[in-house]
């Protein structure tokens, strides 16, 4: 069984470009949570949705950010514009309502130069 | 405010030394406490889910145990391959399904 998909696996940008980071959730599952992960602030959760539904969205750090679930098994997470402190490894992962278990994606490595 | 603290930091051990991480909660109604195992340049892969206090699991030489403050990740006779960083996380209270993660142990096992 396919686990979480998550692409590209590296960007490498310039600062002011628009970065889109995309992710397939495993199949049957119904949560979405995008993370992003430093040395200096852990795991940080952005954003999750619940059968395609934005749930809480108080971790986005400001309005350069977006995240979309156009149906029920992707979705996107976009930066537009990027700047270098938006460096990081972002995950997605997705779970099934009630377990609450997330199941994490191999990451996207950004970075903003 | 709901947190997870995770102590230690940092652990080195030697081959076949066993040892135990710590994860603290702080969470009204806990929901479940969740042990990751994360490997450098991977994604965090999922361990164990505890639900309630005095429930323990076992998975080759990993044992997690559950408390009503904390959780114990036991490590029996580790081996280089169990180096990683383990991390907790706790699924709070209220309707929410978000996961509240620790810092992280960074363990080292030496041959």
């Known amino acids: 069984d396919a686990g979480v998909i998550q692409s590209p696996r590296h960007e490498v940008t310039e600062m002011g470009q628009e970065v889109t980071l995309r992710c397939k959730l495993i199949s049957g599952h119904n949560s979405l949570f995008w993370y992003r992960q430093t040395m200096m602030r852990g795991l940080e959760l952005l954003i999750y949705?619940?059968?395609?539904?934005?749930?809480?969205d108080s971790g986005m750090p400001e309005d350069r950010f977006s995240a979309k679930m156009p149906n029920a098994s992707f979705s996107t997470l976009k930066i537009q514009p990027s700047e270098p402190r938006d460096s990081a490894v972002y995950f997605c992962?997705?779970?099934?309502?009630?377990?609450?278990?997330?199941?994490f994606g191999p990451g996207t490595r950004l970075t903003v130069l | 405010e709901d947190q997870v603290t995770q102590s230690p930091e940092a652990l080195r051990l030697q081959e076949g030394e066993s040892s135990s991480l710590n994860c603290s909660y702080t969470?009204?109604?806990?929901?479940?406490l969740f042990w990751y195992r994360q490997d450098p340049g991977k994604g965090p892969e999922f361990l164990f889910t505890?639900?309630?206090a005095g429930e323990e699991k076992e998975k080759e030489r990993l044992k997690a145990t559950l408390t009503k403050k904390e959780s114990f990740l036991h490590i029996t006779a580790p081996k280089p391959e169990d180096s990683a960083t383990y991390l907790c996380?706790?699924?709070?209270?209220?309707?929410?399904?978000?996961?509240?993660f620790g810092t992280g142990t960074l363990l080292a096992v030496q041959p």
């Open positions: 996380a706790s699924s709070g209270g209220g309707a929410t399904n978000k996961l509240i």
């Open positions: 949705f619940n059968n395609n539904v934005p749930i809480d």
């Open positions: 505890l639900y309630s």
């Open positions: 992962a997705s779970g099934r309502i009630p377990t609450n278990e997330q199941f």
């Open positions: 969470v009204s109604g806990l929901r479940g």
